[in-house]
């Protein structure tokens, strides 16, 4: 069975810092991979997506994630952090082409202090 | 475009009781899955929901179950309820073979 990875579970980071979230998968074949942000009080909402193409993918909010296929993965970086970004992160992977679900990696808790 | 919309949004039931949830999904996505949320599980994988017809389903027992109407509406039913099945229940949605959309959930609470 399909299994990801987050490495670190609370990540403590000042304003400005630049952030890395580290996530690895299991599967060794053709995957589709994501980011997913949790606000405080909010839903997950989709923070970049990976299907194919340019191994460096964008997303919003200034956040973006290298997909590593030789490593099996695909972190999530941005180069100067905001208290805003304060949140659960998620990093998920689908290997079925949406039919066999979403595995979830156990999530990252960020907290930014102002 | 309006987005995944949940209801109810929270729910308090008995063991032994069972219960629906329901998930309307962004218009023109035909794809519906569900997803139950704890905080020692994380994010696990119910079944999802393609033109009315499970195509997949998560290790779940039997008590979990759903289906979808002609509308991409979903609903999920939990049978014989357990403690352990206090859970946020998430729904989302998608275009064929794209990037799934979240609802906000219900928050079940089993007593």
């Known amino acids: 069975a399909q299994s990801v990875s987050q490495h670190n579970h609370h990540v403590i980071l000042s304003e400005a810092a630049s952030l890395e979230l580290g996530c690895n998968y299991s599967y060794g074949g053709t995957v589709n991979l994501f980011w997913y942000v949790q606000y405080p009080g909010q839903h997950l909402q989709l923070l970049l997506k990976y299907f194919s193409g340019d191994p460096l993918v964008k997303g919003i909010k200034g956040f973006e994630a290298e997909f590593i296929k030789s490593k099996f993965s695909f972190n999530l970086r941005k180069p100067s952090v905001q208290w805003s970004d304060t949140a659960e992160y998620f990093c998920a992977v689908d290997s079925g082409g949406g039919a066999d679900g979403l595995t979830f990696g156990k999530g990252t808790h960020l907290i930014i202090q102002p | 475009k309006a987005g995944v919309t949940q209801t109810p949004r929270y729910l308090i039931k008995t063991r032994g009781q069972q219960v629906t949830l329901s998930c309307s999904p962004i218009s023109g996505h035909r794809s519906v899955s569900w997803y139950q949320q704890t905080p020692g599980q994380g994010l696990q994988f119910l079944f999802e929901y393609f033109s009315e017809t499970q195509r997949n389903k998560g290790n779940f027992p039997g008590r979990f179950s759903g289906r979808q109407f002609s509308n991409s509406r979903s609903e999920m039913n939990v049978s014989t309820l357990e403690l352990g099945d206090s859970a946020l229940y998430l729904c989302?949605?998608?275009?064929?073979?794209?990037?799934?959309?979240f609802g906000p959930g219900t928050r079940l609470t089993v007593t």
């Open positions: 989302a949605s998608s275009l064929v073979d794209q990037a799934q959309y």
